[in-house]
């Protein structure tokens, strides 16, 4: 990465940040203004030159505090710099240049949240010489303002007919009202995207070093790249989602033991090969339900049975151990998040290599099965309400289905960290 | 009674017919971003509400109390953005201590959104357009609203439209962005509402 290197010259940066690193062709960031602003060549212009201005002050500044500001409250003051030069910046506009002021309006003090400037700051300012970060901003900006207005130019051209407000289209063209419109934004970023992706594409094919989104700081709010791998939230949910789910594995084995003593849980355990069975085909559970019944007439003999009961997800009516029915209740929601992956996990364990390469392809499928055996799972909770007598051996056979998933689910992902290692 | 009608025009005006997304495209990361799933997209969006909704009060509040009083409404900009990253970090522990349901369900979105530009925005535009605090309030709350609604259909087209055969250059992105595009041209309908 470039900002490994000892003091860049500032020419490398302007080329770096016109196009190598174009903040908008290539890095993708700070798509909210690009959409918003550029409804004519003019006004994409201006808010390019704002948003540099601020860039290479901010980045100055940062970059001159930089052994100043602690590591720890950094990005609130790169905010609380960030927003000071936006505000100068505001406020010249409005003086000297009010009309294109009025046309960007709530779009200028935005540039704080311009994701642009904070990545700079965060990625090369705090790490880099004044000088070298300076013109970073510079170039940066200018490769901004340059898509800016060329993002601008063509809605203009296709929406007016004109570009920076002289007509250029014959008198005989009809201007695609659309594209000045909010909707040609959409159209223009898509094509402008596909465009990336098209060459991106042949430059892989060709054998060349793809550029993968950097700069992005791991910031991916803010970031529209859809190629980087560090993307997506979901993926973010399950891994905060897991640790709390091994936290409940670790409470499993206190429940087992329970039953172990139990000298009528023998009852109970008698279920368990079907319960196997349901772990390996969650949609079969329904014909399990057909045999409870009989289970039923066992267990009311069973008083014990209630011992088992605060691990039921609506045990409210057990008040004795209400404290211990929360924690289970804690637990559900969690669990239930990381169900709907699992058999997606199964089909990728038994076609391997075929999941391999055709990943996405298999999905479909994959999703509409998830929301099955959710919908079953859930279906199988509420039944569960009915028949609380039964609900020990439910309870356990849900309980062993996360289980078995959560294991498989980590599993899987050890195994994804290796191929992604290779 | 003519306030009650002010106020539900209001609502309609800043949740239909000039949606924050796409018509404003303020908030546009995590539309694109979360709208994989319809599940993770609603969860986004009732998070979303919550904060919007906070943040107009919060920001209300501050602005007439505290910047006009003292004449610093220059200050608006840093004073709100700082304002909402630690009203956003101050809700999260407070919900992680005190509701844990619900810091469950919105948790892991909470950070995700200090840094969106629809929350400062929805404070700018209340000052902007001179709303007192319970106008802003509702503003607050309708632009969000909008932003679920936009974000929750496009979850919806997204899971449908996966995995559709499509040229290699436009899978991903492209496909979502010319998704709300058209998204966009269906919301000019309501344009006609008012």
């Given at each position: 990465?470039s ?86 910046v ?13 046309a960007l ?36 900006g ?11 130019a ?37 094509a ?25 700081n ?17 993926d ?21 033991e ?10 109970v355990?008698k279920?368990?090969?079907?319960a ?10 329904k ?17 014990k ?13 057990v008040?004795?151990?209400e ?12 669990a ?8 997606k ?52 056979t ?7 998933a959560?294991?498989k ?14 | 009674m ?17 949606n ?18 319809v599940?993770?997209a ?10 919007i909704?906070?943040?107009?009060a ?14 610093i ?17 101050f ?33 700018l ?32 087209i997204?899971e ?22 058209l ?12």
């Amino acid at each position: 990465m470039s900002t490994k290197k000892k003091a860049d010259s500032p020419i490398e940066r302007l080329g770096n940040g016109l196009f190598k690193e174009n903040p908008t062709f290539v890095l993708m960031l700070g798509m909210c203004p690009t959409l918003a602003v550029t409804t004519s060549a003019l006004n994409g212009l201006g808010m390019g030159l704002a948003t540099t201005a601020v860039l290479m002050m901010s980045n100055l500044i940062i970059s001159l505090l930089r052994k100043v500001i602690p590591n720890r409250v950094r990005i609130p003051a790169f905010i609380v710099i960030i927003a000071t030069f936006v505000t100068v910046v505001q406020f010249l506009m409005e003086a000297y240049l009010p009309d294109v002021n009025a046309a960007l309006g709530i779009y200028i003090p935005l540039i704080v949240v311009n994701c642009i400037i904070l990545g700079r700051a965060e990625a090369y300012a705090y790490s880099n010489p004044p000088i070298a970060s300076f013109f970073d901003g510079l170039g940066m900006g200018l490769g901004f303002s340059l898509a800016l207005t060329c993002i601008g130019a063509v809605r203009e051209l296709l929406g007016a007919g004109k570009i920076f407000d002289t007509v250029v289209m014959p008198s005989s063209f009809v201007p695609i009202n659309i594209f000045v419109l909010a909707p040609g934004a959409f159209f223009v970023l898509a094509a402008l995207t596909a465009l990336q992706n098209y060459i991106r594409i042949r430059m892989k094919k060709a054998g060349k070093k793809t550029h993968e989104g950097m700069g992005c700081n791991e910031d991916c709010m803010n970031c529209a790249d859809q190629s980087c791998s560090k993307r997506f939230y979901d993926d973010k949910t399950e891994k905060k989602a897991e640790p709390k789910a091994k936290d409940a594995k670790k409470e499993e084995p206190k429940t087992k033991e329970v039953k172990k003593e139990e000298p009528k849980a023998k009852e109970v355990k008698k279920e368990e090969p079907k319960a196997k069975d349901e772990k390996k085909e969650a949609p079969k559970a329904k014909d399990e339900k057909k045999e409870e019944p009989k289970a039923k007439d066992e267990k009311k003999e069973a008083p014990k049975a209630k011992e088992v009961k605060p691990e039921e997800p609506k045990a409210e009516e057990v008040k004795q151990e209400e404290p211990k029915a929360e924690e289970v209740k804690q637990e559900e929601p969690k669990a239930e998040e990381v169900k709907p992956e699992e058999p997606k996990v199964e089909e990728v364990k038994t076609e391997e290599v075929k999941a391999e390469a055709k990943k996405e392809d298999s999905r479909p499928e994959e999703i509409k099965k998830q929301e099955l055996t959710f919908e079953e799972i859930k279906k199988e909770a509420l039944s569960d309400e009915v028949k609380e007598e039964t609900q020990p051996v439910q309870e356990k056979t849900i309980r062993q289905i996360k289980e078995e998933a959560l294991r498989k689910r980590l599993q899987e992902k050890e195994r994804k960290g290796e191929k992604k290692d290779e | 009674m003519n306030n009650v009608k002010d106020l539900l025009i209001l609502m309609i005006s800043s949740s239909l017919v000039s949606n924050v997304v796409l018509s404003q495209f303020l908030g546009l990361c995590p539309f694109l971003g979360v709208s994989k799933k319809v599940k993770t997209a609603s969860s986004m969006g009732v998070a979303v509400i919550f904060v919007i909704t906070l943040a107009s009060a919060v920001a209300g509040v501050i602005y007439k109390f505290l910047l006009v009083p003292l004449k610093i409404e220059y200050l608006q900009t840093i004073v709100f953005i700082l304002v909402i990253a630690a009203l956003v970090q101050f809700v999260e522990m407070f919900l992680k201590k005190n509701s844990p349901g619900l810091y469950q369900a919105l948790g892991v979105y909470l950070p995700l959104i200090t840094t969106n530009c629809a929350v400062l925005g929805v404070a700018l535009t209340n000052v902007q357009k001179e709303y007192g605090i319970l106008k802003g309030i509702v503003n607050g709350f309708a632009t969000a609203l909008g932003f679920t609604i936009a974000i929750i259909i496009l979850a919806g087209i997204r899971e449908k439209t996966a995995y559709n055969d499509v040229p290699e250059s436009f899978k991903g992105m492209p496909m979502v962005l010319l998704t709300a595009g058209l998204m966009a041209i269906a919301f000019c309908g309501f344009s006609g509402l008012l």
